[in-house]
Protein backbone atom coordinates (compact mmCIF):
# COMPACT_ATOMS: atom_id res chain seq x y z
CA UNK A 1 0.00 0.00 0.00
CA UNK A 2 1.27 3.25 -0.81
CA UNK A 3 0.05 6.75 0.26
CA UNK A 4 1.43 9.97 -0.87
CA UNK A 5 0.41 13.45 0.02
CA UNK A 6 -1.06 15.09 -3.14
CA UNK A 7 -1.31 18.84 -1.62
CA UNK A 8 -0.69 20.42 1.76
CA UNK A 9 -0.09 23.60 3.96
CA UNK A 10 3.73 22.51 2.80
CA UNK A 11 5.35 20.98 0.33
CA UNK A 12 8.94 18.85 0.88
CA UNK A 13 10.52 19.64 -2.71
CA UNK A 14 10.63 22.34 -5.22
CA UNK A 15 8.38 22.19 -8.21
CA UNK A 16 5.08 21.30 -6.02
CA UNK A 17 2.98 23.46 -5.00
CA UNK A 18 1.64 24.48 -1.37
CA UNK A 19 -1.82 25.63 -0.19
CA UNK A 20 -3.57 25.66 3.00
CA UNK A 21 -5.71 22.68 2.38
CA UNK A 22 -5.39 18.63 2.28
CA UNK A 23 -5.31 16.06 -0.72
CA UNK A 24 -4.43 12.47 -0.35
CA UNK A 25 -3.67 9.35 -2.93
CA UNK A 26 -4.19 5.90 -2.10
CA UNK A 27 -3.04 3.10 -4.08
CA UNK A 28 -3.47 -0.65 -2.96
CA UNK A 29 -3.53 -3.66 -5.36
CA UNK A 30 -7.36 -3.46 -5.78
CA UNK A 31 -8.27 0.49 -5.79
CA UNK A 32 -6.54 3.71 -6.74
CA UNK A 33 -8.09 6.32 -4.01
CA UNK A 34 -8.31 9.77 -3.63
CA UNK A 35 -8.95 11.23 -0.51
CA UNK A 36 -9.92 15.02 -0.19
CA UNK A 37 -9.00 17.38 -3.28
CA UNK A 38 -7.73 20.29 -1.48
CA UNK A 39 -9.10 24.24 -2.15
CA UNK A 40 -8.56 24.27 -5.51
CA UNK A 41 -7.18 22.49 -8.37
CA UNK A 42 -3.73 22.93 -7.64
CA UNK A 43 -3.29 19.26 -6.30
CA UNK A 44 -3.95 17.71 -9.86
CA UNK A 45 -0.55 20.23 -10.77
CA UNK A 46 1.54 18.12 -8.14
CA UNK A 47 -0.45 14.56 -9.08
CA UNK A 48 0.82 15.07 -12.40
CA UNK A 49 4.67 16.61 -11.01
CA UNK A 50 4.80 13.01 -9.63
CA UNK A 51 3.67 11.15 -11.62
CA UNK A 52 0.51 10.16 -10.67
CA UNK A 53 -2.61 9.61 -12.89
CA UNK A 54 -5.89 10.93 -11.18
CA UNK A 55 -8.10 9.86 -14.24
CA UNK A 56 -7.28 6.05 -13.09
CA UNK A 57 -9.17 6.67 -9.14
CA UNK A 58 -11.94 4.36 -9.14
CA UNK A 59 -12.83 5.56 -5.06
CA UNK A 60 -12.92 9.34 -4.11
CA UNK A 61 -13.88 10.39 -0.81
CA UNK A 62 -14.72 13.32 0.72
CA UNK A 63 -13.42 13.95 4.73
CA UNK A 64 -15.88 16.97 5.28
CA UNK A 65 -17.86 20.08 4.04
CA UNK A 66 -15.02 22.43 4.28
CA UNK A 67 -14.00 23.96 1.16
CA UNK A 68 -9.89 23.66 2.20
CA UNK A 69 -10.95 20.04 1.46
CA UNK A 70 -13.34 19.99 -1.16
CA UNK A 71 -12.87 22.69 -3.02
CA UNK A 72 -10.88 20.97 -6.16
CA UNK A 73 -13.66 18.65 -6.47
CA UNK A 74 -15.62 19.72 -10.00
CA UNK A 75 -11.65 20.23 -11.03
CA UNK A 76 -11.19 16.43 -10.14
CA UNK A 77 -14.30 15.33 -12.11
CA UNK A 78 -12.96 17.16 -15.22
CA UNK A 79 -9.65 15.00 -15.33
CA UNK A 80 -11.66 11.74 -13.56
CA UNK A 81 -15.21 10.55 -15.57
CA UNK A 82 -16.15 7.77 -13.55
CA UNK A 83 -15.06 7.27 -9.72
CA UNK A 84 -17.91 7.80 -7.14
CA UNK A 85 -17.39 10.29 -5.04
CA UNK A 86 -18.46 9.03 -1.32
CA UNK A 87 -19.46 12.14 1.60
CA UNK A 88 -21.60 12.46 3.76
CA UNK A 89 -25.55 14.06 3.14
CA UNK A 90 -24.39 16.67 6.11
CA UNK A 91 -21.13 17.91 3.75
CA UNK A 92 -23.50 19.57 1.78
CA UNK A 93 -24.43 22.36 4.81
CA UNK A 94 -23.85 25.62 4.89
CA UNK A 95 -20.79 26.07 7.28
CA UNK A 96 -19.29 28.92 8.15
CA UNK A 97 -16.28 30.61 10.67
CA UNK A 98 -18.50 33.28 12.99
CA UNK A 99 -15.79 35.85 14.96
CA UNK A 100 -17.41 38.82 16.00
CA UNK A 101 -18.65 41.07 13.57
CA UNK A 102 -17.76 38.47 10.48
CA UNK A 103 -19.23 36.22 9.01
CA UNK A 104 -17.06 33.61 6.75
CA UNK A 105 -18.39 30.95 4.20
CA UNK A 106 -16.13 27.64 4.37
CA UNK A 107 -18.50 25.39 3.06
CA UNK A 108 -18.11 23.55 0.17
CA UNK A 109 -18.93 25.66 -3.49
CA UNK A 110 -22.07 24.76 -5.32
CA UNK A 111 -21.29 22.12 -7.84
CA UNK A 112 -23.25 21.36 -11.10
CA UNK A 113 -25.77 18.66 -11.69
CA UNK A 114 -22.80 16.70 -13.30
CA UNK A 115 -20.64 16.86 -10.16
CA UNK A 116 -23.78 16.14 -7.76
CA UNK A 117 -24.90 13.05 -9.82
CA UNK A 118 -21.94 11.10 -9.01
CA UNK A 119 -22.02 11.09 -5.17
CA UNK A 120 -22.76 8.66 -2.97
CA UNK A 121 -24.00 9.84 0.60
CA UNK A 122 -22.57 7.55 3.50
CA UNK A 123 -24.38 6.21 6.82
CA UNK A 124 -22.46 5.66 9.82
CA UNK A 125 -20.12 2.82 8.74
CA UNK A 126 -19.98 1.77 5.05
CA UNK A 127 -17.94 -1.02 3.74
CA UNK A 128 -16.93 0.10 0.28
CA UNK A 129 -14.82 -3.16 -0.54
CA UNK A 130 -12.83 -5.89 1.42
CA UNK A 131 -10.23 -3.62 2.96
CA UNK A 132 -12.00 -0.07 2.78
CA UNK A 133 -14.43 1.28 5.23
CA UNK A 134 -15.48 4.76 5.90
CA UNK A 135 -16.60 5.31 9.91
CA UNK A 136 -17.86 8.78 11.32
CA UNK A 137 -20.46 9.15 14.60
CA UNK A 138 -16.90 9.42 16.55
CA UNK A 139 -17.60 9.77 20.50
CA UNK A 140 -16.95 13.37 21.32
CA UNK A 141 -15.22 13.25 24.40
CA UNK A 142 -14.55 17.41 24.46
CA UNK A 143 -11.83 16.84 27.39
CA UNK A 144 -9.80 15.15 23.93
CA UNK A 145 -10.27 17.89 21.65
CA UNK A 146 -9.72 21.67 20.61
CA UNK A 147 -12.86 23.63 20.90
CA UNK A 148 -13.61 25.40 17.80
CA UNK A 149 -16.58 27.57 18.76
CA UNK A 150 -15.90 29.47 15.93
CA UNK A 151 -17.15 26.25 13.28
CA UNK A 152 -20.66 27.04 12.95
CA UNK A 153 -23.55 25.69 10.78
CA UNK A 154 -26.02 28.23 9.37
CA UNK A 155 -29.95 27.05 9.40
CA UNK A 156 -32.92 28.43 9.36
CA UNK A 157 -32.83 29.32 12.57
CA UNK A 158 -29.58 30.57 12.78
CA UNK A 159 -26.01 29.55 13.41
CA UNK A 160 -25.30 26.55 15.58
CA UNK A 161 -22.45 25.07 16.69
CA UNK A 162 -20.37 22.63 14.18
CA UNK A 163 -21.36 19.03 15.38
CA UNK A 164 -19.46 17.61 12.97
CA UNK A 165 -21.82 14.98 11.59
CA UNK A 166 -20.28 15.94 7.65
CA UNK A 167 -16.82 14.14 8.54
CA UNK A 168 -16.08 10.97 8.60
CA UNK A 169 -12.71 8.95 7.74
CA UNK A 170 -11.31 6.25 6.07
CA UNK A 171 -9.71 3.02 6.89
CA UNK A 172 -7.67 1.07 4.37
CA UNK A 173 -6.44 -2.58 5.15
CA UNK A 174 -4.05 -4.72 2.96
CA UNK A 175 -1.45 -7.66 3.90
CA UNK A 176 -2.04 -7.52 7.29
CA UNK A 177 -1.49 -4.01 8.12
CA UNK A 178 -4.30 -0.90 8.57
CA UNK A 179 -4.23 3.05 7.78
CA UNK A 180 -6.49 5.19 9.12
CA UNK A 181 -6.84 8.75 7.10
CA UNK A 182 -8.09 11.52 8.99
CA UNK A 183 -9.31 14.78 7.63
CA UNK A 184 -9.17 17.06 10.28
CA UNK A 185 -10.17 15.12 12.83
CA UNK A 186 -12.37 17.73 14.30
CA UNK A 187 -13.23 15.66 16.78
CA UNK A 188 -10.47 15.07 18.31
CA UNK A 189 -7.32 12.61 16.62
CA UNK A 190 -7.81 10.17 19.94
CA UNK A 191 -11.66 10.21 19.63
CA UNK A 192 -10.92 9.08 16.19
CA UNK A 193 -8.35 6.78 16.85
CA UNK A 194 -10.04 4.92 19.42
CA UNK A 195 -13.29 4.64 16.80
CA UNK A 196 -10.89 3.18 14.21
CA UNK A 197 -9.94 0.77 17.34
CA UNK A 198 -13.35 -0.69 18.10
CA UNK A 199 -13.55 -1.03 14.56
CA UNK A 200 -10.52 -2.89 13.86
CA UNK A 201 -9.84 -4.89 17.18
CA UNK A 202 -6.51 -3.30 17.58
CA UNK A 203 -4.77 0.20 16.14
CA UNK A 204 -3.78 1.05 12.44
CA UNK A 205 -0.27 0.68 11.86
CA UNK A 206 -0.63 4.03 10.37
CA UNK A 207 -2.63 7.62 11.07
CA UNK A 208 -2.71 10.19 8.48
CA UNK A 209 -4.41 13.51 8.86
CA UNK A 210 -4.74 16.34 10.26
CA UNK A 211 -5.18 16.75 14.42
CA UNK A 212 -6.90 19.93 14.41
CA UNK A 213 -5.10 21.89 16.96
CA UNK A 214 -3.73 24.72 14.68
CA UNK A 215 -5.68 27.37 17.51
CA UNK A 216 -4.47 26.39 20.47
CA UNK A 217 -2.50 28.75 22.72
CA UNK A 218 1.25 28.06 23.61
CA UNK A 219 2.05 27.79 26.80
CA UNK A 220 -2.26 28.50 28.19
CA UNK A 221 -3.15 25.58 30.59
CA UNK A 222 -5.52 23.94 28.80
CA UNK A 223 -3.64 23.45 25.62
CA UNK A 224 -0.83 22.01 27.51
CA UNK A 225 -3.44 19.53 29.19
CA UNK A 226 -4.80 18.49 25.74
CA UNK A 227 -1.19 18.02 24.41
CA UNK A 228 -0.42 15.66 27.32
CA UNK A 229 -3.28 13.83 27.06
CA UNK A 230 -3.26 13.37 23.41
CA UNK A 231 0.91 12.51 23.56
CA UNK A 232 0.01 9.77 26.33
CA UNK A 233 -2.87 8.13 24.12
CA UNK A 234 -0.54 8.09 20.92
CA UNK A 235 2.16 6.75 22.82
CA UNK A 236 0.60 3.73 23.34
CA UNK A 237 1.12 0.70 20.50
CA UNK A 238 2.95 0.62 18.13
CA UNK A 239 0.81 3.54 15.68
CA UNK A 240 3.27 5.88 13.20
CA UNK A 241 1.52 8.99 12.99
CA UNK A 242 1.79 11.29 9.90
CA UNK A 243 0.19 14.79 10.33
CA UNK A 244 0.39 18.68 9.13
CA UNK A 245 -2.61 20.76 7.69
CA UNK A 246 -4.71 22.17 10.77
CA UNK A 247 -2.29 20.35 13.10
CA UNK A 248 -0.09 23.70 13.70
CA UNK A 249 3.69 23.69 14.13
CA UNK A 250 3.26 24.65 18.09
CA UNK A 251 1.33 21.27 18.93
CA UNK A 252 3.19 19.48 16.18
CA UNK A 253 6.96 19.98 17.91
CA UNK A 254 5.13 19.58 21.31
CA UNK A 255 3.73 16.32 20.01
CA UNK A 256 6.90 15.27 18.60
CA UNK A 257 9.22 16.07 21.00
CA UNK A 258 6.82 13.12 23.28
CA UNK A 259 6.47 10.73 20.84
CA UNK A 260 10.24 9.80 19.94
CA UNK A 261 9.93 9.54 16.21
CA UNK A 262 6.81 8.54 15.79
CA UNK A 263 5.36 11.75 14.74
CA UNK A 264 6.10 12.84 10.91
CA UNK A 265 5.58 15.39 8.99
CA UNK A 266 2.72 15.14 5.90
CA UNK A 267 4.48 17.62 3.46
CA UNK A 268 2.99 17.88 0.05
CA UNK A 269 4.93 15.29 -1.96
CA UNK A 270 5.49 12.90 0.81
CA UNK A 271 5.13 9.54 0.47
CA UNK A 272 4.59 6.46 3.08
CA UNK A 273 4.69 2.76 2.09
CA UNK A 274 3.10 0.27 4.31
Not at 180 to 192: P, Q, R, S, W
Amino acid sequence: MKIVTLLENTACRPGLRAARGLSLYVETRRHRILFDMGPDPQFLDNARELGIDLSAVDVAVLSHGHSDHGGGLAAFCEVNQTARIYLRREALGAYYAVLPGQENYIGLPEEPEAVRRRFAFTGEREELDEGLRLFSGVEDDRALRAVAPKLQEKTAAGYRPDGFAHEQHLLVEEDGKAVLLAGCGHLGIVNTLRAAEALLGRRPEVVIGGFHLFELEPGAPEAERLIALTAEELSRGESVYYTGHCTGEWAFRQLAGRLEGRLREMSGGTMVVV
